[in-house]
């Protein structure tokens, strides 16, 4: 996966613009469920780089609801995902849309260094932390 990112350097937001997956995961029965599974994975994979967190104090978890705990809300601007499907008819049947989530933080993390020098490595990547991480550069 590669991500195409814009980074407020004066708020810290991020915003996934674009994002370009590459999978091969064995014989391709249903290219559309495949691809409907990678995209849908790769969302939820945004949210949980730039919002979700779950939280707690000293005795309990305090992300218990959606006002405390913040996913990618019905109605979000969502990037465009671009989808290459690799079809290796001869090898063996493997896993799929859950590969597309696990790969967005690494790939959103390696372009906002693109774009500021500057590596972040606690998800979420929110715009406080973003911008901790801004001042640290200089």
Known sequence: MVADVDVDQDTGRVVVKRLFIANDCGPISNPDGLRNQLEGGALHGVSRTLSEEV??????VTAID?????????GADVPAIE???INQ???PAMGAGETAVT???AAVGNAIFNAT??????VP???ERVKAALRLRQ
Do not use: H, I, M, N
Not at 55 to 60: E, N
């Open 55 to 60: 939280t707690w104090d000293d005795q309990k």
């Open 66 to 74: 959606w006002r405390t705990y913040r996913p990618l809300f019905v």
């Open 117 to 122: 020098g500057t590596r972040l490595r606690q």
């Open 125 to 127: 990547f929110t715009p």
């Open 83 to 85: 989808t290459v499907l």
């Open 103 to 105: 790969v967005v933080a």
């Open 89 to 91: 008819s001869e090898g």
